[in-house]
């Protein structure tokens, strides 16, 4: 999927889309997309000035933006204008490299359980095959 691909199943826009390509999926498994992270992106400039780091949330909502993604294309949903996906839980986030500008992350979601509505997803995101963050995430799908 390219960019105007995803913008047809998620409703984030710029400066909050964190996705710029998936490059894999299963339905009813995983979802592998892509991130490139640059020095225009706007929390740069606070985000230390001098020592830009990605904030971790923001490492945190690409993965629960991959999650959604991987939610969306596995009921066959192509255009979610009436549903929205929120956070329902974090556990065992985990922070283990900085991600900084000229970095892309390859973020994976797998889908663990889906029960009641209840969507349970394992993410990791990865810089060069090296693992910057990994989190369970629960999330539920409701109209708007």
Known sequence: ???????KV?????PFLLIDRVTSFEPNQSLVATKNVTINEPFFQGHFPGHPVMPG????EAMAQTAALLAFKSLGTTKPEDHVVYFVG?????????????????IK??????LK?????SAKAEVDGKLASEAVLMCTMRPI
């Open 109 to 114: 979601a797998e889908i663990v359980r889906n």
């Open 10 to 14: 998620l409703p984030h826009r710029y």
């Open 1 to 7: 999927m390219d960019i105007n691909e995803i913008m």
């Open 117 to 121: 509505g209840i969507w349970k997803f």
């Open 90 to 106: 974090i556990d065992k986030a985990r922070f283990k490299k900085p991600v900084v500008p000229g970095d892309q992350l390859v």
């Open 57 to 60: 949330v923001l490492i945190i």
